[in-house]
Each structure stands twice: as C-alpha cells, then as structure tokens.
C-alpha cells in the first residue's frame, strides 16, 4: 500500500504479508492488521499485529493493538544481494533513515571496493542500493559490514559487527550442492524441512533452483528468492520457519527460509534440486529416501520428528549407509542450519572417549568443578549406555541408557549421584558401551578421580 500527494510524492509505504497475522485462523480472512506505534513509521512486521478484538478491525477508531513504546533496537545487516556487477542492495532488520542512508562512508567493502553512492531502495526503506566505484569480480567473496553512522529512523546506530558475504553468482554442475538433511515425518503439527549444503567454492543465486519431489506424479516448485548459498553453507526450507525454530533449539534463524515445499510422503519419497536458467536445466542432485533409512533400532514412532541426515557430503546420494536418523542429543532429533550430528569424523586411535582432564572438584569455585567427557565413535547409527561406577564398582550415576548419540560429541557431569548425592573424593570409572545396529558392539573403561567436594 502506498500513499502520495498529488504531486506524486511518497509519503508513505507498507509492504504488508500475510504473515503478519498472528495465527492461520486470522490469516483465513475476516482480521484487519493493526499498526501497534504509529510513530514508528520505519518499522515493518514488528510494528504490526492482528486486531486483537471483534469483530476484527477498529475503522475509524484508535488500534487496539496501540502502544507507545519506544524503539531502541539498532538496525542490523541481514543480507547483501549483486543487483548487477557495480550495484549491491544491502538488506537490513529495519527501516533506514534517508540522509544516513545515503552515506558512503557508513560502509566498507572487503576485498576493497569503494562505494561511490548510497542511497534507499525505491521499493522499501530497509533497503539501500550501493553504487561501486569498480565492478565485483567473479570468484571473489566480498565481506561487507556498516558502522553506527548508519541510522534507522529513531535515531539508533547500525552495530558495527554485523557482517554479510556477497559474490558474483555462477552456474553450478552437478553435486555442487547436495540435499543434507531431510524431515519428511515430523512430530504431530509439525512443519517438514529440506536442508541443502553448499559443498563448493562457489556462490549461487536460489532464484534459479527448483524443488520436486520426482517419485510418482513429480510436484515441486522454484526456489525463486534472490539470495545468495555461498561456498560451506547450510540453507534450510520448510513452510514454517517458526516451527522448525522451536522445535529445534539451536537452528539459526537468519538460515531458515520460508517456502512451502513439495509434498513429502511419510514412508519414501524423492527430492530433487534442479537448476533451470535460459532454457538450460541442471540435476544438481536427488535423493530417494525410505523410511528403512532410519537407525534400525527405532520404531516407527520413534522415527516421528527425527530428521534423516548424510554421513558424508562426500558420499553417494541415493547410497543407504550414507543416511541415518539424527542423534537424539541434537536438540530435537535434528541439525538444521548446522553440520549434521551424524556427519563422520576422522576416527583415529582405540580410545573411544577421552577425559580431559580425568579429575573433577565439584566446589562450584569454577575450576574443574565438571567433568569433561568426549567421545569419538568409528562410524555413525552407534547407540551408547554411558554410567558411572565407584570404587567398589556399584553404579552411581546414568549418564545415557541406548541412546542413539553422534559420530563425535561431549558430556558433562557436575558430580551429582542418581540418588540426588554429591559424589564424596575418590578413584570413580566411566563406562561406555556402544552398539549398532549391525551387532558390532565395543566398550571402553576410564578411572578418574573425585579430588574435592563441596
């Protein structure tokens, strides 16, 4: 919506989603948006919310969503996009003041590249156009950060940390990309999500990637967002970010994208990346997943909201050793936007896990006051009992029972006893067993000594 003068001069702007309502139900129809603080015209979704009320708008009244709270927020760099070779459009959280906006010297450009101008997007006010002095170059990954000269419109200054990577995109060949993770059978009101892998040392444009699923009647749909995948990137897709977002604590945010993906059949189906620009299509890869791709030792509820992810990016696609069920200590049965639990590691040596160092003193004097247990297994789809025994060789603390674990990872115990005790001084031994589904099983013993207690 945008409102001018008779001359035609912008006075005001609002590039509205539905997504701003604050539930499907309101987004269904029949639920005006609400500006909650008209006096912070520069902000977007934040600064809007669903009628709170019936019978679902307030024309001619006051909001009832209004509030008068102050913005202290700083505008933050989000992305940075190559328009052309010479003009870079920088993305940011919120709306940027005009005359702070067109300030060269609020921006620097690494390689160095200087900026010749600066000035807000014709087509929103979080968004500011930079024009370069000399072209970007192909191949080149550019670092680009602002300083606090950089103003929203309340005033705050731009934080001088931020920093966003922006390059020249290329055509990609095959495996350049690869499928790394996948949630096609998510718990019960939850979302599915596709996670993507750059693997290359190139830079990509999503606007030119499409998404089906190829098994059966082929459905799917272009990516379609012009934003950048570059080189050692993990991207994730899903119909609802918020949902993947709580559900799986340490997703990062500024990695999860909104698109509604193609159907994904809870028992196997197929997803496939394409690039398709100019009438030239390229398979960059396709996956063929089965619900059997699951550690073997779950059932089939187990299997409910647990993430299929790759062993090796290196590996086979539509090899079934190269796929496993996400560790259980992932934060949710799954990694999206990180490297994957289940990734191999290099595994060298017999020693399964590693004490370091092998004494705790659990005073809370923040010196050895846990102890620190890492772990290395040969390969992945391991399940671990990990426990505690003292000297006389009675367990005394459960740390895992079969619990699906990750190829690496680390444990923590503060000297706590299962009986709601602190461990007294003296000589204790960790135990670790682990089994896979193929039988293989190893253990493996570690004295450690209790020096001091609280």
């Not at 539905?18 to 948006?33: H, P, V």
Request: proline share 8%; charged share 20%.
């Amino acid at each position: 919506l945008t409102l001018t003068n008779a001359a035609s001069y912008l006075l005001h702007r609002v590039n509205y989603q539905s997504s701003w309502q604050e539930s499907s139900a309101k987004r269904d129809g029949g639920w005006s948006l609400e500006r909650i603080n008209p006096a912070l015209p520069c902000l977007g979704a934040e600064n809007w919310t669903s009628c709170p009320v019936l019978p679902g708008g307030t024309p001619g009244q006051a909001n009832s969503a209004l509030q008068t709270t102050t913005d202290t927020d700083p505008p933050r760099l989000l992305t940075v996009f190559p328009e052309d070779p010479f003009v870079l459009r920088a993305t940011f959280s919120e709306g940027i003041d005009r005359s702070a906006a067109a300030n060269p010297a609020a921006y620097k450009i690494e390689p160095a590249l200087p900026v010749v101008s600066a000035a807000l997007s014709p087509d929103s006010r979080n968004a500011v156009l930079l024009l370069l002095a000399t072209p970007l170059q192909a191949g080149v990954v550019y670092a680009v950060t602002v300083n606090a000269a950089l103003l929203d419109c309340s005033g705050n200054g731009a934080v001088s940390t931020d920093t966003a990577f922006v390059g020249l995109p290329e055509m990609p060949e095959p495996l350049d990309m690869v499928i790394n993770e996948v949630l096609f059978n998510p718990a019960t009101g939850g979302s599915d999500f596709i996670e993507l892998y750059n693997r290359s040392g190139k830079i990509f444009n999503l606007k030119d990637f499409f998404i089906g699923n190829f098994s059966g009647t082929t459905n799917g749909l272009y990516i379609g967002i012009p934003r950048l995948f570059l080189p050692g990137q993990y991207l994730v897709f899903s119909p609802s970010p918020a949902d993947i977002e709580m559900r799986f604590a340490q997703a990062q945010t500024n990695f999860l994208l909104n698109l509604s993906l193609p159907s994904l059949a809870d028992d196997a189906g197929n997803v496939t990346l394409l690039w398709i620009k100019d009438g030239v299509t390229v398979t960059i890869d396709s996956f063929d997943y089965v619900d059997d791709m699951h550690n073997a030792l779950f059932s089939s509820s187990d299997r409910e909201g647990v993430s299929l992810e790759r062993i090796r990016t290196e590996g086979p696609s539509n090899d079934p050793t190269n796929w496993t069920s996400a560790a259980q200590s992932a934060g949710g049965s799954g990694t999206p936007t990180r490297p994957n639990s289940q990734r191999l590691a290099q595994f060298s040596g017999s020693d399964l896990i590693t004490l370091n160092p092998a004494r705790l003193s659990p005073d809370f004097d923040g010196y050895e006051d846990f102890l620190n247990i890492e772990y290395a297994v040969p390969g992945p789809g391991y399940a671990a009992t990990i426990a505690i025994y003292d000297s006389q060789g009675l367990p005394v603390k459960r740390l895992a029972r079969q619990e699906l674990i990750g190829t690496t990872g680390a444990l923590r115990w503060d000297g706590d006893l299962d009986d709601g005790t602190l461990a007294r001084p003296g000589i204790y031994i960790l135990f670790l067993e682990i089994f896979s589904p193929q039988g293989d099983v190893r253990r493996e013993k570690k004295p450690f000594a209790v020096v001091q207690s609280f």
